[in-house]
């Protein structure tokens, strides 16, 4: 088990009880009721600690190495599902995944940020950080879905789209504005969900659609909070700080209406039940997927449209203000 | 506001040229540190006469620069706020304040109609002298209005970039301000009015990766920085030196991503052509 550093009071009764466990069944002596009072207690702690999460606890949860990621979520979900490599122009990228599959009846183009579950992996999904062709991937699979009629499920779980020289040739830019396009007026539904992380333009890449939500721990902001710590307090020592600043929780991002639903997971965060939390986003997916199928796809782009042409947060200046502006 | 007062107040003299030139009538270049005057800088299209560096200047030169005469701002009674009340080494809303008095500017984009050689367009051009031409919630608003106005006018429409990128300031509203002005582009583009997409010295980040990216025609001015991930994060992330000329106008002319490249002297005849040929017979 990894214990993250707030979570060293639950880390100290874990190893209490397994002292316990080590004594009752090495001896004769009956521990069942100090073991079931430690139980009770690593209950309580763990209420307490997760009923009162930093943003930058929160950020530390979603980059939990035993976190579940996209194709973890994608398997429990779907009956059948076959995975689709490439972006038809240049290569397959590893740190994004999708394909076709089917969640309870229904086919579905789905895909996502994939990251690695050992060190030999992640560098293998290169940390979940996608180059322009698993930008270009992702598009291929949307436009396959809408000509098929499928509606698309996008899973974001990113610390940020490739900062590299082999990315800047191939335009990194142009691959995530492109999809920014296309995403607007693809005439399928379109689901986000963040699992994990979702860090600037890498997140948004793949994540313009008629309903987006976010698991409870996780984060959504336009620079991760180290490197808003670096670049504003010029230091990487402002994390937390930066973390505060940028709002960037689940519940923040629903106070600004930017996202349309939390997505409640399991006391201990996703990965201390990980089926559980599949299973509740299968529940998330079907009901979100339902209640777009209702509208027409004119519909559907409408008012997508307009969610987004709604967001952002400004003064209006009658025109004597104006004046007063450039007098004072 | 013309370039040549703007050019006055933004000088760079020399101190030992203070003497010379008490009204701060030189201008030093950047790159080859060679003196010019005011006047001769305005006569080379703001561009050093020595080595034709296309100095950073801002968005009314740009408007003077490539409209006939006179010309209306449009959108200009938008302001930014500080709503998530967001403070680093200072509070947003000083910075804020803090720009529109050093810039006389109210944001780091401002719009205007006017005419191109007879020709109506609608510009958008951002100022990086404003909190390094970052984005956020207004700059998504008046480019999205200016894409309303484009649409009931059907008026073509040029965006001139000069960013840094995102307003970190207004985390994930700046964010969605891609998503917002990428969808309206949408709506533009599906419309058939023309959107030209001019990048400048320097355009990087979310801007780079959203709206500038998107034009039915993307075209720079020469030796801009142009990028999604800045120089430095990238030196940073493969630990060695960038190859040469890497994330200039000409490398991204030479992979595919720019259709071309034009000096400042050219600018208002190149634009002039585009909206002559994209015209729609009357
Ligand atoms: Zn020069």
Redesign the pocket.
């Known amino acids: 088990m990894v214990f993250l550093d707030f979570e060293t009071p639950l880390e100290k009764l874990y190893e209490q009880r397994e002292k316990l466990q080590q004594v009752s069944e090495e001896g004769d002596i009956d521990m069942s009721a100090a073991i079931k009072e430690l139980e009770n207690k690593i209950k309580n702690t763990r209420k307490e600690i997760y009923s009162n999460l930093t943003g930058w606890q929160k950020v530390q949860l979603s980059r939990h190495p035993e976190r579940p990621y996209t194709l973890y979520y994608i398997h429990q979900m779907c009956r059948k599902f076959v995975e689709l490599h490439g972006d038809r122009y240049f290569k397959d990228d590893k740190a994004i995944v999708g394909g076709i599959g089917n969640i309870d009846g229904q086919t579905v183009v789905i895909l996502g940020h994939q990251k690695g579950v050992n060190t030999k992996m992640r560098q293998y999904r290169n940390f979940g950080m996608a180059n322009p062709e698993g930008y270009r991937k992702a598009l291929r699979l949307m436009k396959m879905a809408e000509r098929f009629n499928f509606p698309v499920v996008c899973l974001i779980d990113t610390p940020g789209a490739y900062p590299g020289i082999e990315a800047e040739e191939r335009g990194q830019a142009e691959a995530i504005a492109r999809n920014l396009f296309e995403m607007a007026q693809l005439k399928v539904p379109i689901v986000c969900v963040v699992i994990g992380e979702g860090a600037s333009g890498g997140a948004i890449g793949i994540g313009l659609g008629d309903k987006v939500s976010m698991m409870e721990n996780t984060w959504y902001s336009v620079i991760a909070p180290e490197s808003c710590s670096s670049i504003l307090w010029r230091s990487w020592d402002y994390k937390e700080q930066a973390a505060e600043a940028l709002k960037l929780t689940a519940d923040h991002m629903f106070d600004f209406g930017i996202i349309d639903e939390i997505i409640k997971e399991p006391l201990g965060g996703a990965h201390s039940a990980p089926e559980e939390m599949a299973k509740i986003l299968k529940r998330h997916i079907k009901k979100s997927i339902n209640e777009l199928l209702e509208m027409t796809p004119e519909e559907r782009i409408e008012a997508r449209i307009n969610k987004y042409a709604n967001i952002g947060v400004y003064d209006v200046v009658k025109e004597e203000e104006k004046v007063e502006e450039t007098e004072s | 506001m013309g370039w040549f007062k703007r050019l006055k107040d933004g000088i760079q003299t020399a101190t030992r040229n203070k003497k010379e030139a008490p009204e701060g009538l030189w201008y030093k270049?950047?790159?080859?540190?060679?003196t010019?005057t005011v006047k001769e800088l305005r006569e080379n299209f703001l561009?050093?006469?020595?080595?034709?560096?296309h100095i950073r200047i801002g968005s009314h030169d740009y408007f003077d620069l490539l409209f006939d005469g006179n010309f209306e701002e449009l959108f200009d009674d938008l302001r930014s706020k500080d709503f998530l009340e967001f403070s680093d080494l200072q509070p947003y809303h000083k910075r804020l304040d803090d720009a529109q008095k050093k810039t006389s500017l109210s944001e780091a984009i401002s719009v205007a109609v006017g005419k191109v050689n007879r020709r109506k367009l609608i510009v958008a051009a951002m100022d990086f002298k404003f909190i390094g031409g970052s984005m956020g919630s207004v700059m998504g608003q008046r480019i999205a209005q200016a894409i309303d106005h484009a649409l009931e006018t059907r008026t073509p429409l040029m965006i001139i970039s000069k960013t840094g990128g995102a307003r970190m300031m207004e985390s994930a509203f700046s964010l969605m301000q891609m998503a917002k002005t990428s969808a309206k582009l949408s709506e533009l583009a599906k419309a058939k009015v023309p959107y030209f997409s001019f990048l400048t010295d320097p355009t990087t980040g979310g801007v780079t990766a959203s709206f500038a990216m998107l034009g039915d025609i993307n075209f720079a001015e020469p030796e801009a920085l142009i990028g999604f991930a800045g120089p430095r994060v990238i030196k940073e992330t493969i630990k060695r030196d960038l190859p040469e000329g890497f994330q200039t106008s000409e490398f991204l002319l030479e992979h595919g991503f720019l259709d071309f490249i034009v000096d400042r002297k050219d600018l208002k005849s190149r634009v002039g052509d585009l909206l002559a040929l994209f015209a729609v017979k009357e």
Do not use: F
Not at chain 2, 29 to 34: G, I, N, S, T
């Open positions: 270049c950047k790159r080859c540190k060679e010019s561009k050093c006469p020595h080595c034709n560096y």
